[in-house]
């Protein structure tokens, strides 16, 4: 299991591009069991090495940077890759209508603080990815939340047994929902755990 995109495992633009269309298949393929819809507005999609692989490939094919840009693609998308003891999420609040989504998202300020998994009778709480505060001073939260679960041993071990019941949970006053997750996506996402 790969935990880090190395300068090595980074193609060759034109290289990438002769594989683009194949490799966006897979990935969209992939994703399908890596996301959760919670209430109305929040997707988790949960990401992997071949995830941010992916993400790092197509912020080179698309802003042509070259050399000088595959160390910051590395260094902004290499810890969203779960280190064999965690599941990071990216999760979005979809709102399409801008006036509802500028509303909505004012009220949610600390929303990356409340988000949980539970599973075999313990809930895991999120921890936010610390490269930059997702709540504004003005308690406005931002549309992208980037969030790790942490888990023990033994909350790895119920999370990986075959049919186990993960309920995935945003606690916000302003936007408190719950989903299970289906056991599609348990099933993949049990092979983020070393």
Do not use: C
């Amino acid at each position: 299991m790969k935990t880090e995109i190395t300068r090595g495992d980074v193609m060759d633009m034109d290289a990438y591009a002769g594989v683009r269309k194949e490799r966006r298949a897979r990935i969209t393929e992939l994703k399908r069991d890596r996301r959760v819809h919670v209430g109305p507005d929040a997707t988790f999609y949960f990401e992997s090495y071949d995830t941010m692989w992916h993400q790092v490939h197509e912020m080179l094919y698309i802003e042509r940077g070259g050399e000088e840009q595959i160390a910051d693609e590395l260094e902004a998308y290499n810890p969203l890759i779960p280190n064999g003891r965690e599941l990071v999420t990216t999760l979005m609040f979809e709102v399409d209508d801008p006036d509802r989504r500028e509303v909505f998202l004012a009220d949610l300020g600390g929303v990356e603080e409340t988000v949980t998994i539970a599973v075999g009778g313990e809930t895991i709480t999120g921890v936010p990815e610390t490269d930059i505060d997702r709540t504004t001073a003005d308690g406005k939260a931002s549309a992208i939340q980037f969030i790790h679960f942490p888990f023990n041993d033994a909350q790895a071990e119920a999370f990986k047994t075959e049919g186990a019941q993960v309920v995935l949970g945003i606690g916000h006053a302003k936007y408190g929902h719950l989903a299970i997750m289906g056991e599609n996506v348990r099933a993949a996402l049990a092979s983020d755990f070393a």
